[in-house]
Structures are given as C-alpha cells and as structure tokens.
C-alpha cells in the first residue's frame, strides 16, 4: 500500500480497500512494484495489482468466496434453528423475525408469481436474506477488520475485502445463476420448440401465407436477435445494479473515513457524515435485496408462462 512506515497516501487508501484477496496462477517474469519478479509459473496470493492483472481468468477473489459462504452457511444454520423450534403457539424473539420474513417473502411470491412451483418461494427467500446479508457488511467500519486481516497475516500491504456484492464476479454470477434457472425452466415447461418458438416468433409474428412467406426468414432473424438481447440483458442488469449501487455505497463510506485523517473537526464532521449514510444505507441494502429478489420472480413467472400455440401459426 506504501512504503514501509509510510501513511498511505488517499490514492493508496482508496485502491487498498477496494482491492480482492487474489489467488491465482501467475505466469514467470511477472514483476510487482517494478522491481521483484516472479522466476517461475505458479499458483500464489497476488501482492500487487501488476500480478493480479498477470493472473487474468486464472484467480478468485478469496476474501469474496469465504464471506459469500460464511454468509451462507449463517443464514442456513440460523433458519434451520428456527424450522426446527417452530410450533403452533405465538413465536417470539428470533423465531418471531424469522416467521415475520416467511410471510412477507411468501406474499411477494404469491403477488408475482402466479403458477404453482414448490421451488420458487424457497429460491425468493434464499435471494433476499443471502444478498441482505452480504450487503449488511458494508454497514461495518471499513477500516476494522481489513486492518484484523493484516496484523493477522503480518503483512501491512495485504488485501482484504468484506462486502461480496461489491465484486462484480460475486452479483454476476447470480445473475448468471438467475439467467440458467430461466433458460432450464422455460425449456422444461414450454418444451425445447415452444422456446426457441419465443425467440423467434416474438415480438414480430412472421406469416407464412401467401406474400408474408417471402418476409417470414427476415422476420425471425430480426426476432431472434431482439429477443436474444432482452434475454441476456436480464442477468447483466441483475448483476450490474446489485454491484453498481453496493460499490458506490462503499466508495462513500471510504470517502469518508478518509475526512478522519485531515483533523479534529472534519473528523467530527466524518462522524456525524458516516452515521447518516449508514442510517441511509440501511434503506439501500435492504432496498437492493428486496428488487434482486423481486426481479428473479418476474424472470421465473416469466419462463413458466406458456404461450397459447396457435399463435405461432398466424
């Protein structure tokens, strides 16, 4: 981050929090800082962003897995304490939080989605606590357990981040996630022909009677790419928000510590800042699991929605 015994300049302080534990395979000859190289090919913790850019595809941010997964297996641990103590009285305590959540995610469910799936309301509620969680962490002082990672590894340079939703890699693979379960069940419920009947016959029905056969090729090539597009637009926008909207969340919670550093009353100042926006970020994190979740319930009605086919045929 900077030189030994240095204080980190702002650039270096930004660059620092907003960089992954990376792992990966980084080829021989690969310089860091301009000056130390990597003699031979192998799999390592990148040390500085030379060797992260080196590793390309081959590497995963450590610190996104592990807190994604954590996450995970809390809230896992946590419902299946709460299935297991359910009964028929008045819940209280957790168990009460936990019921009150059920219900709201089972309204959403019923609201949107309106065919019979015993999959979707366990997939909505997965969604919505999983990403309200991730995103919770960004509500922790940006400083605490970055500066806890690095007197832990005794390296005062070493990378660590603690919001998942903050890397693009974390939000689009959900939405990649998303975008398969789509594809999966409109195949699975509309049959392999009526699907690639959707993307072909829509929004543009092409005739094939009389002149319109002429126009019918043109019309289903023009077809397949629009839908084509709105199809893949679907996961990128998942993916792109939910990152988008929790990175810039960071970016000012980062900004702000900076204010720490630059005097007693900016510090103050940063105080009275950082407290309001987490008031307000709290509204955001739930916010943006809330539309995550929301949005995956469309895409899933959406692909159980089975056309009438004699429309294909006009």
């Not at 974390?170 to 392999?192: D, E, Q, R």
């Not at 092409?206 to 002429?214: K, M, T």
């Not at 949005?295 to 929605?305: E, F, G, K, S």
């Amino acid at each position: 981050m900077a030189a030994e015994g240095q204080a980190p300049t702002t650039t270096e302080y930004i660059l620092h929090h907003l960089t992954n534990w990376t792992y990966g395979k980084l080829p021989a000859g690969t310089y860091c800082d301009g000056s130390r190289v990597q003699e031979t090919t192998s799999w390592v913790v990148a040390h500085c962003p030379e060797e992260m850019a080196a590793m390309g595809f081959n590497a995963i941010h450590l610190d996104s897995m592990a807190w994604s997964i954590g996450l995970g297996l809390i809230f896992i641990t946590l419902f299946r304490w709460a299935a297991k103590k359910a009964h028929a009285g008045v819940p209280t305590g957790f168990l009460n939080f936990v019921e009150m959540i059920i219900e709201f995610i089972d309204k959403t469910v019923k609201d949107g989605f309106q065919h019979k799936s015993a999959f979707i309301a366990p997939l909505a509620l997965t969604i919505f606590v999983w990403v309200f969680l991730m995103n919770l962490m960004d509500l922790l002082p940006v400083d605490w357990i970055p500066e806890f990672a690095m007197w832990i590894a005794g390296d005062p340079h070493f990378y660590f981040k603690i919001v998942p939703t903050t890397d693009v890699n974390i939000t689009m693979a959900m939405g990649l996630t998303v975008f398969l379960l789509m594809i999966g069940f409109s195949i699975a419920k509309k049959g392999l022909i009526g699907f690639i009947k959707e993307l072909t016959f829509h929004p543009f029905h092409p005739s094939f009677r009389g002149v319109g056969i002429l126009f019918a090729p043109l019309l289903i090539l023009i077809n397949f790419v629009l839908e084509t597009i709105a199809l893949v637009a679907k996961p990128v926008s998942l993916g792109l928000r939910l990152f988008g909207n929790m990175y810039a969340g960071e970016m000012i919670f980062i900004l702000i510590a900076i204010m720490y550093g630059a005097g007693l009353v900016l510090g103050i100042f940063a105080g009275v800042l950082q407290w309001g926006w987490a008031v307000f970020h709290i509204l955001i994190i739930t916010l943006q699991a809330f539309v995550f979740m929301v949005l995956t319930i469309v895409y899933m009605a959406m692909a159980h929605h089975v056309e009438d086919e004699d429309q294909f045929t006009h």
